[in-house]
């Protein structure tokens, strides 16, 4: 069993479809969860739906492009809760005008929607650690974890700025696991998942046809790709947070462990 009694974690994307299950697996262990939202109404339906389970839980509107509004939240949640010792950077996503498709050439793809979903999902994850992680520093303990992708693994078609920007992710993980524990304390750990593909409000258009509900051609092909023959549900990512945020992995960081169906590992024949 894992035990966060005691522990405070901050999660931003909290109101999403992935991250909101992971702040209530975080609540249902023990934890007292910051949900931070640049949606303050969705931060605060998962807030609600933690304290109606009897966890402890607050919803904060922040926007992780900013750092006085991530000091600002920081602030409320010393005030809450009290220091901070668990991060997880899961702001994040795609658009489709920085997609390449029938409609959109890679040559025209605009600089202001590449540079659009770097800063969300690169900046907006070195920006909370910035401000989340000097709590961790001071108490010598701690565990950041950032959600990547498979495509940062393994570069996916069309979606070429979401692609590089998760393995900015990736890679910036790496870096601060050594930064952190060299500088200051081996045991802060940073690790980060990877999902797989796990239908969301972001990617729904990709892999799912609005008029039929059945995967789109780009949704089979995936399909065929994952050996567990299926698009990943929330509830498979709880388990890996889980191991990495529990004390008792604390040998491990600088780690990126894929869920991802066996997507990774399938060479396509």
Not at 134 to 143: F, I, R, T, W
Request: charged letters at 15%; hydrophobic letters at 45%.
């Amino acid at each position: 069993m894992v035990h966060l009694s005691g522990k405070v974690a901050v999660v931003t994307g909290g109101g999403g479809v992935l991250c909101s299950a992971m702040s209530k697996a975080l609540a249902q262990h023990g934890a007292r969860v910051a949900v931070l939202d640049l949606n303050p109404e969705a931060a605060e339906k998962v807030a609600a739906e933690i304290r109606a389970s009897g966890g402890e839980a607050i919803a904060l509107g922040a926007d992780v492009l900013s750092r006085q509004s991530l000091q600002q939240t920081a602030e409320r949640i010393h005030e809450a809760f009290g220091p901070i010792n668990l991060l997880i950077n899961g702001a994040g996503g795609n658009r489709p005008q920085a997609t390449a498709s029938e409609q959109q050439s890679f040559f025209d793809i605009p600089a202001e929607a590449i540079q659009w979903v770097f800063n969300l999902n690169c900046v907006g994850t070195i920006l909370p650690c910035q401000v989340f992680v000097p709590d961790m520093v001071a108490q010598g303990a701690g565990v950041v974890i950032n959600i990547t992708s498979m495509a940062a693994i393994r570069p996916l078609t069309r979606v070429v700025a979401y692609s590089a920007a998760k393995a900015a992710v990736a890679n910036f993980t790496q870096w601060l696991a050594v930064h952190l524990a060299q500088t200051y304390s081996p045991r802060i750990r940073v690790n980060a998942i990877a999902p797989g593909f796990f239908v969301t409000d972001q990617n729904r258009y990709l892999l799912v046809d609005s008029a039929t509900g059945q995967p789109t051609p780009r949704g089979q092909c995936i399909l065929a790709h994952t050996p567990a023959g299926r698009y990943g549900e929330p509830h498979d990512l709880l388990s890996t947070l889980l191991w990495l945020v529990d004390d008792e992995s604390c040998f491990v960081t600088g780690a990126i462990i894929p869920v991802d169906g066996g997507f990774s590992a399938f060479g396509g024949v």
